[in-house]
């Protein structure tokens, strides 16, 4: 088998902190655009109200 060492041939290094935070805080301001946007423009996105409305 590859590595010839025993035990498994791919190592994975640990995520550095600042790539763990960015990602996280990345990750949740699309999900507060979303609902943002959702909020805003959910009812006509699901068909219950046509967007000429006001």
């Known amino acids: 088998m590859?590595?010839?060492?025993?035990g498994h041939p791919i190592?994975?290094?640990p995520v550095r902190p600042?790539?763990?935070i960015?990602?996280?805080?990345l990750g949740a301001s699309m999900w507060f655009f979303l609902?943002?946007?959702a909020k805003k423009d959910g009812a006509v996105?699901?068909?219950?109200r046509h967007p000429f409305e006001h």
């Not at 590859?2 to 025993?6: C, E, F, I, Q």
């Not at 996105?45 to 219950?48: D, Y």
């Open 2 to 6: 590859a590595g010839g060492h025993g």
């Open 35 to 37: 609902m943002y946007r």
């Open 45 to 48: 996105l699901l068909g219950w």
């Open 11 to 13: 190592h994975i290094h």
């Open 18 to 20: 600042l790539y763990r």
């Open 22 to 25: 960015a990602a996280t805080g």
